[in-house]
Each structure stands twice: as structure tokens, then as C-alpha cells.
């Protein structure tokens, strides 16, 4: 099993990643979410100067929130940065990074060539963007050579986009995996994975477990209530949920649904969430638990666990890599 870690693009970002990196994570998985956080390719920028062997990637980018030129110049940067070997791209539909703005996610019927086009670009290959040809025209000494070659991750959680992602050839990239899912054929399965490792004596209905895991637990709700999932009514106070959310402006409502997100606990969270909830995440639990859950996920298929620490970020990275094992 392999252990990397997730950020949000903040100031700290940067430094938690060079702390990564000395505690032994595969990758530094930084998420596109310019509606709630800052820039990931710059942030990834920043990170890539001050390491010299964790991967860096977007976990996961939106295509459709820049012009596929763009998207393949930040790429062919962060190469030149970097190198290849230290780059891995993450691509998803958008969530958040569309939800967060209003937009419902991309269509699977259009993401894949929305991917295809910027890997064309890449490859030196010409493309048709808007009804005209593009190519990247950088000279050398302006961007590495091309073919710029990097794998590439898919985000999914239902069974159209596991199919778009074989078709694809991609890995992929999960954080509410269905208990049906069927990985057969796909060698990198990404779980997002949310929690936090209690101390020796704390116990899951501590303060401080609910204010660190919470944000990730939320998500879930979030994700279920505008998917319109039934597994919704599974979660513990999925009523109030609904409750406080059914009263709320339509038109608004993503803006303070997706307030604090994957950070904080937001106004709507704390009415909500409960010691209970909890259970959704994965790695709410003690560290003498972690190596029998990470046993239970690599039977259902998982082949890398990305932890997003919260709260006090640099105990949750120690704590985790400790946790897990790391050789640090």
C-alpha cells in the first residue's frame, strides 16, 4: 500500500509538503479549488522548488476551468521544475471545483476529451480548440521538449466514470468508493482518505476528533445531497441535514454548503455532525488500527491511501506516517 498526502492550496501548503517528504509520502496531492483556496499550480510550484523527492500532482485538476493551453503549460512548468518522474496529474469532473460555484460537474460523455486534447498538447500534437488549430509553440529553452509524458488519474466514485477511466487507460482516484465497485484492470486505486489518529487515551468523542475529522465526514453529505444519493439517509442526522439545507435559498445554497471545505467545520457542519458521523471516515482511530484497516482496503482493491490532515496539519502527518509505517 502506498501512502501519500492530500492538501488544500494555502499559504502553509508549501511547507507541510517539504514536511511530507521527510516523513516518507509517496506523493503531495494538491486539490484545484480556486472558489474556496488559492492557486494549485502555484502552489505546487512553490512546493516543487523545496523537495527533491516526493511526486507532486494536482489531486485533482478541472479541465474545463482553464483553456487546455494553459493546463499543459502548467504542466510542462511544473516537468521543468521538477522533472517527470516527480509529476503525476490528477483530472476530475468537478467537485468542488465546480460545485462550489454552482455548476453541476462535467459530463462523462465530455470529460475524456477534454483530458485527451491537453495530453495531445503535450505530445506536440495539433489540437482544435474554439474551431481553431493549437499547438504548443514553445521554442527550446522556453519549456522542456516535447512528448511531455506523466501519468494520469482519474477522479470517480461511480461505475460510468470507472468505465471512462479504463477506457482511458488512467488510474483512478476515489474518496466514497461503492461497496460494488470493480477495480479489475485498473493498477493505481486512489482513496482519499479523511480521519485522524487518536491519541493512546482519547477516545473518538473528543472535541478534538470531531473538529479535526469533521470537515473531511462532511464532505460526504455535501457530495450525497447535491448527487441526490440515497445513501444520504444512512448518515447519522441526515434529517436535520436536510432539514437546514431544505430551508435555504436555492440559489445560494452551494456558497454556504461548500464554506470551509475540507478545512473547517461551517456553520451548517456543526448543527449537524455528530461523534457518530464520524464512522464514515476511514482512519478516525487509534494507530495500533491502522495496518488492519489498510488490510481491508487493499482487499477491496485499494493500492494507495492519500490522507488530507486537518486541523493541527504537522501532528496529523506525523501522527499518520507513524501510523502507517513510513520510513521515514
Not at 483556496?37 to 511526486?55: H, K, N, P, S, Y
Not at 488512467?170 to 487518536?198: E, H, K
Request: net charge negative; charged share 20%.
Amino acid at each position: 500500500m502506498k501512502i501519500s498526502a492530500a492538501f488544500p492550496p494555502v499559504p502553509e501548503t508549501p511547507d507541510h509538503i517539504v514536511l511530507a517528504e521527510e516523513l516518507g509520502y509517496e506523493t503531495a496531492w494538491v486539490y484545484d479549488t480556486p472558489a474556496l483556496q488559492l492557486d494549485v499550480w502555484m502552489t505546487l510550484a512553490l512546493a516543487g522548488v523545496r523537495t527533491e523527492r516526493i511526486r507532486l500532482g494536482p489531486g485533482v485538476l478541472i479541465p474545463s476551468l482553464r483553456h487546455p493551453m494553459t493546463t499543459a503549460s502548467a504542466i510542462a512548468t511544473l516537468v521543468g521544475l521538477v522533472g517527470p518522474e516527480r509529476v503525476i496529474i490528477g483530472a476530475g469532473t468537478g467537485f468542488t471545483g465546480r460545485r462550489a460555484m454552482g455548476q453541476k460537474p462535467l459530463r462523462w460523455a465530455d470529460f475524456p476529451q477534454m483530458v485527451a486534447d491537453t495530453q495531445a498538447l503535450l505530445r506536440g500534437e495539433i489540437v482544435e480548440v474554439d474551431g481553431r488549430a493549437a499547438r504548443m509553440l514553445h521554442w527550446p529553452g522556453q519549456a522542456v521538449e516535447r512528448p511531455i509524458e506523466v501519468p494520469w488519474i482519474v477522479a470517480v466514485n461511480g461505475p460510468r466514470g470507472l468505465a471512462a477511466a479504463a477506457e482511458m487507460g488512467c488510474g483512478v482516484f476515489t474518496s466514497r468508493p461503492r461497496p460494488d465497485a470493480d477495480y479489475t484492470g485498473i493498477d493505481d486505486v486512489i482513496l482519499l482518505g479523511f480521519g485522524t489518529i487518536l491519541d493512546d487515551d482519547e477516545t473518538v468523542d473528543s472535541p478534538r476528533a470531531l473538529d479535526t475529522a469533521g470537515p473531511g465526514v462532511s464532505v460526504a453529505y455535501h457530495a450525497f445531497l447535491e448527487q441526490r444519493d440515497a445513501r444520504l439517509d444512512t448518515f447519522p442526522n441526515a434529517d436535520r441535514f436536510a432539514e437546514i439545507t431544505g430551508d435555504m435559498d436555492p440559489d445560494t445554497l452551494h456558497l454556504s454548503l461548500h464554506e470551509g471545505h475540507l478545512t473547517q467545520l461551517n456553520a451548517i457542519d456543526r448543527q449537524v455532525l455528530t461523534t457518530e458521523s464520524l464512522r464514515i471516515a476511514p482512519f478516525v482511530c487509534h494507530a495500533g488500527e491502522v495496518p488492519e484497516r489498510m488490510e481491508r482496503l487493499a482487499a477491496a482493491g485499494i493500492t494507495e491511501v492519500s490522507f488530507q490532515p486537518m486541523g493541527n496539519v504537522e501532528r496529523e502527518l506525523r501522527a499518520f506516517a507513524a501510523a502507517a509505517g513510513l520510513p521515514s
